[in-house]
Structures are given as structure tokens and as C-alpha cells.
């Protein structure tokens, strides 16, 4: 068997190109031979770029190359397991991007399959490869800013009107589900602990609007949730994905940023951009070595888990648990009540 691992990428789209690069750029560990994308164009575009020659319009026919050992898999979220089970049972590793589609069951079939087929199965949490992952972590940790801590952070665009698919709770999910998977990921790793229950309220912005009526099934797009920790801690989730398409909505995002507040001090800023610790011993900087390394690394990772069999970035444990958190939080704005996340 070649050490370079040959892989497939299904969906080439805006985050297939990330994939695309990453594996580019771990030349020693693997190679893209082909894409699938029922948008042709799309795939043939990538295949221009990225150099490689085979496009198909459905992604079965890269599962049925017998030279194609693993997948990225790069489609709407809803597809995420579908494909995912397809790619165990025809014997392909899988890597396959968060969230880990919209329905707890079918990802726990998912699992099933890839334990099945012993490949490995690795979700693209590409923030638990950010270099501030672990200086948040050990911050936390070594109680920098005390203990309990609440984490909070915010996603508020205008995606209704840019990219509508994200706000079709039949295909992306909307954010509950699309964006904050990631934070529900990293702040678990960096508390060293689960949500236990979520309460949330919530609702679809302006339902009547004419971008909304294209859609076929209406996320929850606005809201606010609360995320309890078993260690104790908060996490604060605010959305507001329908907003209307100004150019001064930069004003409002670069008002707006995550936080961690503790008894001891706080933290500013996300993993994905410069941390800064305050304490009342001053101020102190993190930069952070950003996104095209964590894309790299977690493809790097991907590749040592199928030759040397080392842990995959993330597993797909952390894809069930940040989607029954997800889940939790749309049930509480449903039922107005607060939900365990045994519940789902
Ligand atoms: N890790 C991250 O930070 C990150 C960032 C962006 C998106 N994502 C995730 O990646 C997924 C795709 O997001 P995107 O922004 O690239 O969306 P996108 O709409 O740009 O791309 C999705 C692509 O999948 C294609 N597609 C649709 N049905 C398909 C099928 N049956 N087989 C193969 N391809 C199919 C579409 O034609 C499209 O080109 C989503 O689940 C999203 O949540 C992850």
C-alpha cells in the first residue's frame, strides 16, 4: 500500500476548497483524485485549481473506485450521515465536516456503520487544531480567571439573504445547529466537561419576508440560549442569522465578541482570532496561528489516523454530542422549557 493516501472529496463548495487546499498542502500524506458535485461546475472548477481530473455529478462513484481509500465530506449538512454511512459500507475512511447532520439518530447509525467497517471516521472540528484551543484550554485549567466561568459568544448576520441554504432547517439547520456546534465543541474541551441542559428562547425573524418564502422548511434563526455545564460552568449563545443585508452589519460584528468571564478575571476573543487574558496582574496576548493551519493539521491528523492508526482530530463522539446539544436547545425554544440532553 503507497503511504500517500488517495482520497475523494463529495461536495465542492466553499468548504470543499478548504479540504482541497489542506490536502494540498500534506502532499507526503495524500492526494485528491476526484470530486463529486451534482453542481458540475463547481467540481470542475476545484478540479482546475486544485489539479486533479475526475468530476462526477453523484458521489457513489467515488465509492465504487476501488483507488480511492478515504472521503471528505464536504455536502449540506443533512447529508452528513447519509453519505458518511454510504462511504463506510463501500470501505472508505471518512472525514467528515461538522455538524453532524440534523437528526441524532441517523449520525448514531452513522457511528454504527463506521465501527462496522473498522475505517477511520473523523469530524472536521478544525478549532480544536487552533493553536489558542490549547492556551484557552490550560488558561482555564490552570484557573487563570477562577472557576465557574461564563463563556459566551454570538453569530449575527444577514444569511437569510447571502446564503439561504444555512437557514433551511431542512438542509444547514440553521445556526443552533450550523455555527454553534463549534463553540459547544471547544468549550467543552477547554472546561473539561458536558452540557448537561439547555434553556432557550427563539424564533424566525420577520417569517413573511420574501427571501424566507424561497425557503422549504424555516429555521429558528433568532435567539438566545443557556447551556449549564456539569463542571458548573455557562455558555451563552445569541443568534440572529436573518438580519438584513446592510454593509454596516461589519459595525455590529466587530462590536460583538466571545468572552469568558470568571471570578478571577476574563478572557476576550475566540479561539479562531487573538486571545486576551485579563487579569489583575495586567494583560496578556495570544495570537493565534490561524484557520489554514487548523485546516492543515486536521487533515495531517486525518491521514496519521488511517497509517498509524493515531486518534483522529476529533471523533465522532464530539459530533453526536455538540448535535443532541444543538437539538436541546431547538427543543427548549419549541416546548419553553428547559431540556436535558439525555433527552435526545
Ligand atoms: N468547519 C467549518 O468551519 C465549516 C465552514 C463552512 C461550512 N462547513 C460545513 O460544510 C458543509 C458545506 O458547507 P459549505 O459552506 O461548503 O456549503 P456550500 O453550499 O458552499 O457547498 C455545499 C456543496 O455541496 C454540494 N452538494 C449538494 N448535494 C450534494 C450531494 N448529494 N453530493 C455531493 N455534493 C452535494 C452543493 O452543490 C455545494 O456545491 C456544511 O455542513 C457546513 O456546516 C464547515
Known amino acids: 500500500m503507497s503511504e500517500i493516501v488517495r482520497v475523494g472529496v463529495i461536495g465542492a463548495g466553499r468548504i470543499a476548497q478548504r479540504h482541497f487546499r489542506a490536502y494540498g498542502e500534506n502532499a507526503d500524506k495524500a492526494k485528491v483524485v476526484c470530486a463529486a458535485d451534482p453542481n458540475l461546475r463547481a467540481a470542475r472548477e476545484s478540479a482546475e485549481k486544485f489539479g486533479f481530473k475526475d468530476i462526477y455529478e453523484d458521489y457513489r462513484e467515488v465509492l465504487r473506485r476501488d483507488d480511492v ?106 445556526p443552533f445547529i450550523d455555527m454553534f456546534c463549534h463553540n459547544v465543541d471547544t468549550w467543552s474541551c477547554a472546561f473539561e466537561a458536558k452540557v448537561v441542559s439547555v434553556s432557550a428562547n427563539g424564533f424566525i425573524m420577520s417569517e413573511q419576508s420574501a427571501a424566507r418564502a424561497k425557503l422549504k422548511s424555516p429555521a429558528i434563526d433568532t435567539g438566545e440560549a443557556v447551556l449549564a455545564f456539569d463542571s458548573g460552568d455557562l455558555g451563552a449563545l445569541s443568534a440572529a442569522w436573518s438580519l438584513p443585508d446592510l454593509a454596516e452589519l461589519n459595525l455590529l460584528k466587530k462590536s460583538l465578541g466571545d468572552s469568558f468571564l470568571g471570578p478571577k478575571g476574563f478572557i476576550l476573543g475566540g479561539v479562531r482570532g487573538t486571545l486576551r487574558v485579563v487579569t489583575a496582574q495586567g494583560v496578556e496576548e495570544f495570537p493565534n496561528d490561524g484557520i489554514d493551519a487548523a485546516h492543515r493539521k486536521q487533515v495531517s491528523a486525518f491521514c496519521d489516523a488511517i497509517r498509524k492508526g493515531t486518534p483522529p482530530g476529533a471523533p465522532p463522539e464530539a459530533g453526536l454530542y455538540t448535535l443532541q446539544v444543538s437539538l436541546a436547545v431547538l ?14
Open 331 to 344: 427543543k427548549s425554544i419549541r416546548e419553553k422549557r428547559v431540556v436535558r440532553i439525555e433527552e435526545i
Open 69 to 174: 481509500e478515504a472521503v471528505s465530506i464536504c455536502a449540506p449538512t443533512a447529508l452528513h450521515p447519509v453519505i458518511a454511512i454510504a462511504a463506510f459500507e463501500a470501505g472508505k475512511h471518512v472525514l467528515c465536516e461538522k455538524p453532524a447532520g440534523l437528526d441524532a439518530s441517523l449520525f448514531r447509525k452513522a457511528m454504527e456503520a463506521g465501527r462496522r467497517s473498522g475505517k477511520v471516521f473523523a469530524m472536521g472540528f478544525m478549532e480544536r487544531q487552533m493553536s489558542n484551543a490549547k492556551v484557552l484550554r490550560d488558561l482555564i485549567q490552570s484557573g487563570r480567571i477562577g472557576r465557574p466561568i461564563v463563556a459566551r459568544t454570538a453569530a449575527f448576520g444577514s444569511t437569510l439573504h447571502r446564503i439561504p441554504s444555512f437557514v433551511d432547517a431542512e438542509v444547514n439547520g440553521g
